[in-house]
């Protein structure tokens, strides 16, 4: 069973950019896809981006199409995200999820999920 932990989130202007990580331990990374999503208050937990477990294949959500980029460095266990022209409806918890698995996947069936870092995009 893999542990995430989520860092850096923050304070940010819309237009702004930054830049997530997610630290992987107590499992072999390279062996899992690894996915972002997100979650605003109210609102149900969304699909942001997907990485395979070489990283040759991303997959995301239209509304952060060319905005966001999702990476991974097995040699490290971690999982990036940067964020790029952020917007106030970018504003939720940011969590990192993992699965053993040989496909993307883009919907909420991962098996191990980090506890979440905060991104709040004033206007």
């Known amino acids: 069973q893999v542990q995430l932990v989520e860092s850096g989130g923050g304070l940010v202007q819309a237009g702004g950019s930054l830049r997530l990580s997610c630290t992987a331990s107590g499992g072999t990374f390279r062996w899992y896809v690894m996915g972002w999503f997100r979650q605003a208050p109210g609102k149900e937990r969304e699909f942001v981006a997907a990485i395979s477990r070489s990283g040759g294949s991303t997959g995301y959500a239209d509304s952060v199409k060319g905005r966001f980029t999702i990476s991974r460095d097995n040699a490290k266990n971690t999982l990036y995200l940067q964020m790029n022209s952020l917007k106030p409806e970018d504003t939720a918890s940011y969590y990192c999820?993992?699965?053993?698995?040989?496909?993307?996947?883009?919907?909420?069936?991962?098996?191990?999920w980090g506890q979440g870092t905060q991104v709040t995009v004033s206007s």
């Open positions: 999820a993992a699965r053993i698995s040989v496909e993307l996947l883009t919907t909420t069936a991962y098996d191990n």
